[in-house]
């Protein structure tokens, strides 16, 4: 099984609203498979479908690649069709995605949020989470939706990121 590759910003694939998982079937579950495959390989905590190609709702996580920093074990989570159902508080933190790399930026979410979705396997399931956790959620929930971190930022912190993406193209089309 090869990993699969992730889009870079600017892919439009990466704008494109998911519609969500009708069919719980063995296509879906090897496509899941990869995608730890992916994660894993990236060091990534948290894996939105449309990052890789398909426009399906749903997202992976596991927060044992976090194991310094937190006391989580290696845990393998699969959400179909996400919905945030409530959120509270905010937090400031430092924010980054697979699909521009190299990128971390101080980004407004809510603290605490409740989240309902299906497992793998379509069971209903429900996960309140704070701090981290709950950063996880709302950025992945948001490229289901076709958003990525860059639309949170203020107008000045997305100029200044427009331009040193322009001039890293210009300096890797020169190379
Ligand atoms: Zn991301």
Redesign the pocket.
Known sequence: MSELEILKYPNRQLTKPCPPVINIDGRLQGQIDQMFKTLYVSQGL?L?AP?VGCLQSFFIYDLGLQEKKTSHAHERIVVLNPEIVEMEGEEIADEG????PGYFEKINRAYRVLMKGLDREGKEIRIEAEGLTARLFQ??ID?LKGV??LSHLSRLKRDMFLRKFKKQKKQAALK
Do not use: P, T, W
């Open positions: 948290g939105a990052q995605c697979l699909s521009i950025h992945e490229h990525l971190m």
